[in-house]
């Protein structure tokens, strides 16, 4: 697969005529409702696949969710789990990733997934 799209110029073809971050923002926000509508994928598969840090990732799922909201769909969330002892992390609504198991205290996680639900 290639991702020619996200290629974002900071200046257009014109020269000096930076893009406004709000319109920034929607392309990205749009790429990663793209990629959602194929598979789950966690932050840091986005964050790859898009070319933005993974730290940012939350933030654009946050207003994603938000604005599916209005539209009927919904963001799925695959909760991040335990490798070691298997324990689930219950609050489905949480977008970032847990540092370390509550339980057991392994820092060797699952990180939660992400989806697109149908209409
Ligand atoms: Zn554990």
Known sequence: MEYTLFMVRKHDERGDVPRPPTEAHDTVRHLIMTELEVGPLS?????????????????HL?????S???????LLVQPA???????VFGKRERLTRPSRCPLCKSESLHAPLFSLASP
Request: with cysteine; aromatic share 2%.
């Open 81 to 87: 789990e335990c490798a070691k002892c298997g324990f």
């Open 68 to 74: 599916l909201h209005r539209s009927g769909r919904s």
């Open 43 to 59: 932050a840091h598969d986005l964050s790859g696949l898009l070319g933005i840090p993974e730290k940012e990732v939350a933030g």
């Open 62 to 66: 946050k207003h994603i969710r938000q």
